[in-house]
């Protein structure tokens, strides 16, 4: 699993969760404060060289992508069943000093990863190092550990055994601006462009 690079650890009192000031998700490291990858980037034109992947998903619509593991290559079918926003007063709570978490909410994805091909798995997954949560276009903040805790999550960590047929939900929580009005998972594939699932929010 690739590590993140931080700008900003702060421990939680008893949850144990700290607030990292940089990009939500696994794919890329990035080193600034408030990590802005931008929609062009996203949606730049896939290689003529590779299939081409992404796209919108309608909520409930699988996506399907290759991910390459130890010991081989596995197919996965990828779902965004849901999001979860908070408030900011929970938000508040989750961190060691409530001022970093001003003007901020917690939104924990639920992604349903299903492996339909290739091998078993034994020593855990990489799948859902292609997942990232934006809101309103930006890229939201990781809060390490806080996903683990959420009800109805599991610890990729813990998965050590995966066949065909059987799934998996994880979780993703990032802090994203307050009032946001639409939040969006993202999952690709290795060099692939990203597949979106939008969550309209209510104001």
Excluded: N
């Amino acid at each position: 699993m690739p590590h993140r690079e931080t700008a900003l650890r702060l421990a939680a009192p008893v949850a144990a969760l700290a607030l990292a000031l940089t990009a939500c998700g696994g794919g890329d490291d990035d080193t600034g404060t408030e990590a802005k990858s931008g929609a062009t980037a996203e949606a730049a034109s896939p290689s003529p060289s590779r299939p081409v992947s992404g796209g919108d998903m309608a909520q409930g619509e699988s996506a399907t992508g290759k991910v390459a593991e130890d010991p081989g290559e596995v197919t996965y079918d990828v779902v965004a069943q849901k999001v979860e926003v908070g408030t900011e007063a929970e938000a508040a709570k989750a961190v060691a000093d409530a001022a970093d978490a001003k003007g901020k909410v917690l939104a924990t994805a639920h992604i349903k990863y299903t492996h339909k091909a290739g091998p078993a798995l034994t020593e855990g997954s990489d799948v859902h190092d292609g997942t990232t949560v934006f809101a309103d276009g930006q890229r939201g903040g990781v809060l390490v550990g806080a996903s683990e805790d959420a009800p109805g999550c599991e610890d990729p960590y813990d998965v050590e055994s995966w066949k065909q047929g059987e799934s998996h939900v994880f979780c993703e929580t990032c802090v994203i601006p307050a009032g946001a009005t639409s939040v969006e998972v993202h999952w690709s594939e290795e060099d692939g462009e990203p597949y979106v699932w939008k969550f309209p929010q209510k104001q």
